[in-house]
C-alpha cells in the first residue's frame, strides 16, 4: 500500500517568512495530492490540492510542488501570518477506491 | 457550513459501553469515510463506504462497524468501549478526488 511520510514534524517561522513542508510518497499509482490545513479543535481542511499532470499550483500565498520522478510534493506558504499557525497534513490518492493516505502532520507556528 | 455534519460533539462514556456516532453530508457525494485521530493527531482512515458498500476496512477491530443506511448517511457503531478508543473521529465524504470533512466527535472512554 502507498506510504506517505511528512517532514518536519514542527516548524517555527518568524511572521512573514515562508515555510516549506514535504512530503514523500511510495505508490508511483499515486496522482492526487491535497494538503490540509486543522486548527486548533477544527476539522481538517482542504487548502490546495494539486493531481500528478501539473508540477506546481498556487494559490495567493500558499503553492504545491510536485515532483512525480522523485516522488515528492511540497506546500510553500510565503509571507507568513499567524493564522497561518495549525497543523498540516499532506495526503496522497490514486483515486481508485478513493482511498486516501495521510502523512503525519506539521505543526507550524508564526511567531509575530 | 453544514456541508457533512456529526452528532454528537462530544462523547464521555465509561469502558465496556455501547456507542454510536452519526455522519450525515448534504453534498450528493458517493463515498463517506471514518478517519481516527489520536493524541499525536495521526489521521488513520478506519472505513470508507462507497454508495453504500465496505471498500476500505483498515484492520480495525470488529467492535468498530459502520453502518450506512443510505448514501448520504454513515454512522460508527463501537461496542465495548477501551480506553485506547479515546480519540476524535472524523467523518468525510468524498466525490473523485476530493474529499470534505466533518467537525469531529471527540470520544473520551473512562
Known amino acids: 500500500g502507498e506510504n506517505v511520510e511528512q517532514h518536519p514534524s514542527t516548524l517555527s517561522v518568524q511572521e512573514g517568512d515562508s515555510a516549506v513542508i514535504k512530503c514523500t510518497y511510495s505508490?508511483?499509482?499515486?496522482?492526487?495530492f491535497p494538503w490540509y490545513k486543522q486548527e486548533l479543535g477544527k476539522r481538517p481542511q482542504l487548502i490546495i490540492d494539486?493531481?500528478?499532470?501539473?508540477g506546481e499550483k498556487k494559490d495567493q500565498r500558499i503553492a504545491v510542488t510536485l515532483n512525480k520522478t522523485a516522488k515528492h510534493f511540497s506546500l510553500h506558504i510565503t509571507e507568513t501570518q499567524p493564522e497561518d499557525s495549525a497543523v498540516y497534513f499532506c495526503?496522497?490518492?490514486?483515486?481508485?477506491?478513493?482511498?486516501?493516505?495521510f502523512g503525519t502532520g506539521t505543526s507550524l507556528t508564526v511567531i509575530p | 457550513d453544514t456541508a457533512v455534519s456529526q452528532t454528537p460533539k462530544y462523547l464521555v462514556t465509561q469502558m465496556g459501553n455501547d456507542k454510536s456516532i452519526k455522519c450525515e453530508q448534504n453534498?450528493?457525494?458517493?463515498?463517506m469515510y471514518w478517519y481516527k485521530q489520536d493524541s499525536k493527531k495521526f489521521l488513520k482512515i478506519m472505513f470508507s463506504?462507497?454508495?453504500?458498500?465496505?471498500?476500505i476496512n483498515e484492520t480495525v477491530p470488529n467492535r468498530f462497524s459502520p453502518k450506512s443506511p443510505d448514501k448520504a448517511h454513515l454512522n460508527l457503531h463501537i461496542n465495548s468501549l477501551e480506553l485506547g478508543d479515546s480519540a476524535v473521529y472524523f467523518c468525510?465524504?468524498?466525490?473523485?478526488?476530493?474529499?470534505?470533512f466533518g467537525p469531529g466527535t471527540r470520544l473520551t472512554v473512562t
Open positions: 468525510a465524504s468524498g466525490f473523485s478526488y476530493e474529499q470534505y
Open positions: 505508490d508511483s499509482a499515486s496522482n492526487y
Open positions: 494539486i493531481r500528478s499532470n501539473v
Open positions: 495526503a496522497a490518492s490514486s483515486g481508485t477506491g478513493n482511498q486516501f493516505y
Open positions: 453534498l450528493g457525494h458517493d463515498t
Open positions: 463506504y462507497n454508495n453504500k458498500e465496505l471498500i
